[in-house]
């Protein structure tokens, strides 16, 4: 991530989030569980020295979860690959919250296909031979994913075979889409922990996928990419 001071593009991009009606998130890391509430940007008032927004109606009752004990609070804004932590001013009503503008932001890497690796088991259902599979995902992206399989597995995918109907299960989230195998590497012995006599990745390109969906998993890897980044900068 390329940190920089706050100043005239910072204050100019807030603008644009208020012009737009943009989502924020807020989260915490809380002993290995994240806890991530949505809020609506609504003004920035540069004189008063504050952002307002609003929390979604049905998040209420997580605002206090992504709150820190001194009052600061994680923020990210995927559409402007933007993150910053801010100390918060006022919480009034329930649900309008007004942040001090931040001294710094990042601005994070979003390649198109940027993979990572879920920091919580995420699983693939599929059908192959009119069997049902369901596997473990080890990496996923916004145009794919990939498994691993241990040599003595049985599932034998070609190159180029198409999958009319995966099943992704992303954090509680059922995403439903169409997708081909596109690739299978040998994986050499110790090459990984898990798999000490070698094995198989297996890799997917998504080839349909609902607005929703795909929205879901935009937000999703840009909040687990910040999330992953913030360990190891802590670490």
Same mark, same amino acid.
């Given at each position: 991530?390329?940190?920089?001071?706050?100043?005239?593009?910072?204050? %100019?991009?807030?603008?644009?989030?208020?012009?737009?009606?943009?989502?924020? @998130?807020?989260?915490?890391?809380?002993?290995?569980?994240?806890?991530?509430?949505?809020?609506?940007?609504?003004?920035? %008032? #540069?004189?008063?020295?504050?952002?307002?927004?609003?929390? #979604?109606?049905?998040?209420?009752?997580?605002?206090?979860?992504?709150?820190?004990?001194?009052?600061?609070?994680?923020?990210?804004?995927?559409?402007?690959?933007?993150?910053?932590?801010?100390?918060?001013?006022?919480?009034?009503?329930?649900?309008?919250?007004?942040?001090?503008?931040?001294?710094?932001?990042? @601005?994070?890497?979003?390649?198109? !296909?940027?993979?990572?690796?879920?920091?919580?088991?995420?699983?693939?259902?599929?059908?192959?031979?009119?069997?049902?599979?369901?596997?473990?995902? @080890?990496?996923?992206?916004?145009?794919? @994913?990939?498994?691993?399989?241990?040599?003595?597995?049985?599932?034998?995918?070609? %190159?180029?075979?198409?999958?009319?109907?995966?099943?992704?299960?992303? *954090?509680?989230?059922?995403?439903?889409?169409?997708?081909?195998?596109?690739?299978?590497?040998?994986?050499?012995? *110790?090459?990984?922990?898990?798999?000490?006599?070698?094995?198989?990745?297996?890799? *997917?390109?998504?080839?349909?996928?609902?607005?929703?969906?795909?929205?879901?998993?935009?937000?999703?890897?840009? !909040?687990?990419?910040?999330?992953?980044? !913030?360990?190891?900068?802590?670490?």
């Amino acid at each position: 991530m390329k940190e920089q001071k706050r100043g005239k593009d910072f204050d %100019r991009m807030i603008v644009e989030a208020v012009q737009g009606n943009l989502s924020f @998130f807020a989260w915490q890391s809380l002993g290995g569980v994240v806890e991530k509430c949505e809020l609506k940007v609504k003004a920035f %008032r #540069k004189d008063y020295n504050e952002i307002e927004l609003e929390v #979604k109606s049905e998040q209420v009752e997580i605002l206090a979860k992504v709150i820190s004990g001194d009052r600061m609070m994680n923020i990210y804004v995927p559409e402007l690959s933007v993150s910053f932590s801010t100390e918060l001013k006022s919480v009034s009503g329930g649900k309008i919250v007004k942040l001090y503008p931040p001294k710094d932001y990042s @601005f994070y890497e979003r390649r198109k !296909h940027e993979r990572l690796q879920p920091t919580k088991t995420c699983y693939v259902n599929f059908e192959l031979n009119k069997l049902p599979i369901k596997k473990s995902i @080890f990496d996923i992206s916004i145009g794919g @994913f990939a498994i691993i399989l241990p040599k003595t597995d049985k599932v034998v995918v070609a %190159r180029g075979r198409e999958f009319p109907l995966m099943t992704l299960d992303v *954090f509680g989230r059922k995403l439903k889409v169409k997708a081909e195998c596109i690739n299978a590497v040998t994986i050499d012995r *110790f090459k990984l922990d898990t798999l000490p006599y070698g094995g198989y990745k297996i890799a *997917f390109r998504f080839m349909e996928m609902s607005k929703e969906d795909k929205e879901y998993l935009v937000e999703f890897i840009a !909040h687990q990419s910040l999330l992953q980044a !913030h360990v190891k900068k802590a670490n």
